[in-house]
Structure formats: structure tokens, C-alpha cells
């Protein structure tokens, strides 16, 4: 009985201090780096210069202001993989209608992706035909992920927990709550979702 009793209190302290880390991340306000010169007429959450995959070109995501944007985590060697093909498909579907997906190649759960630019550039144009903007490989959880997802997980209280995790982000520079890896790209909760905001 009083191992049960200290199982018990074991989990709920733990389940406690997770959901007490989760207020104290979600209680931030979003600050953005005062070092950054303000661009006009674009939300703060894209102001960030970003890498173009297999490219020496540098861009700030302010490119696709006044956008609605999905940002997805991806990786050529996933489960989730084939998820390209409903992305290139949403994509080619609303792009007219002012609506943009960015991608961020990633190798941090499991190596799922090559360790080698050219390759993923590849893979991704002759496997899925991929047209929308992908960027630089790079880390997209914890310290070490690049800018623009430590706003968005400073934003949302959530970063990614696999590759293909989905943030939707408004024309205002709104972010939604994050769509995982679970849910299809094509599902009705995303494309209502994006219809809502366009």
C-alpha cells in the first residue's frame, strides 16, 4: 500500500511540474529580438532571415507577409514523408488566393532527413514535385532550433515532437495552435482551417 501511495504521489508530482512548466512557457509575452530592425508592415513572428535550401540566398520570411503560411517541419526518410504529396497538393490548390507553405528540412528526431542539402533538394522535386519555398536544414526544437521556431514555441508553448508537425499563421501574424504530425495536410481540419483565414 505505501508503494502504491509513493507511485502515485510520483506521478502526479511529475504530471504537475510538467503541466507547471507548460503555464510558466505559455505565460511568456512574445518578445521579439530588439536588436532586429523592424520591417514595415510585417508581424514580428517573420522577421527572420532564413537560408534557402542548397543556396547561399538568404531571405526574410517577410517575403510572405499579408500570406496565410503553414510552416511544417519536414524529413525524406519519415513515416510521414508522404505527406509531401497532400502538401504540394494544398499548396498548388490555394497559392492564387494568397497562402504560402514553408518548409524546414530537419534532422532532429532519428536522422529522418539527409545530412546532405543537394539531396534533399532532390528528392524533394523528383519524388513530390515540390514547388512550395523549403529552406536550409536546420534544428527545429530546443536551443538550438533556428529563429524562427524558437518564436513560434515561445508562441504557442509548443515545439515539434516529430517531423511534420504544422503552424498555422494568420495575415496578421497570428499562430495558431500547432496541427500534428497525425493530422493529413488535406484533412477538413486544416483546409477549413486555412479557408477560415483567407
Not at 510538467?18 to 508581424?43: H, R, T, W
Not at 497538393?89 to 545530412?115: A, C, H, T, W
Request: net charge negative; glycine share 6%.
Amino acid at each position: 500500500m505505501k508503494i502504491l501511495f509513493i507511485t502515485v504521489s510520483l506521478i502526479f508530482l511529475g504530471c504537475s511540474q510538467e503541466s507547471n512548466n507548460a503555464e510558466k512557457l505559455m505565460s511568456y509575452d512574445f518578445q521579439p529580438d530588439l536588436n532586429k530592425i523592424p520591417v514595415e508592415g510585417c508581424p514580428a513572428i517573420l522577421n527572420h532571415e532564413i537560408r534557402l535550401l542548397d543556396s547561399k540566398e538568404v531571405i526574410n520570411l517577410c517575403k510572405h507577409k499579408d500570406k496565410v503560411i503553414l510552416a511544417v517541419n519536414v524529413a525524406s526518410r519519415c513515416g510521414f514523408t508522404y505527406q509531401y504529396e497532400a502538401l504540394q497538393n494544398l499548396f498548388d490548390g490555394y497559392k492564387e488566393e494568397d497562402f504560402v507553405i514553408l518548409g524546414f528540412p530537419s534532422r532532429d528526431f532519428m536522422y529522418q532527413e539527409f545530412d546532405d542539402e543537394g539531396k534533399v533538394k532532390e528528392f524533394c522535386n523528383t519524388k513530390y514535385g515540390v514547388s512550395f519555398p523549403m529552406f536550409a536544414t536546420s534544428s527545429v526544437k530546443g536551443k538550438k532550433a533556428n529563429s524562427f521556431y524558437q518564436n513560434l514555441a515561445l508562441i504557442t508553448g509548443k515545439s515539434p515532437d516529430w517531423n511534420f508537425t504544422k503552424y498555422l499563421i494568420s495575415k496578421d501574424g497570428e499562430v495558431l495552435k500547432p496541427f500534428s504530425k497525425n493530422i493529413e495536410p488535406d484533412s477538413k481540419e486544416i483546409i477549413s482551417a486555412i479557408e477560415g483565414l483567407l
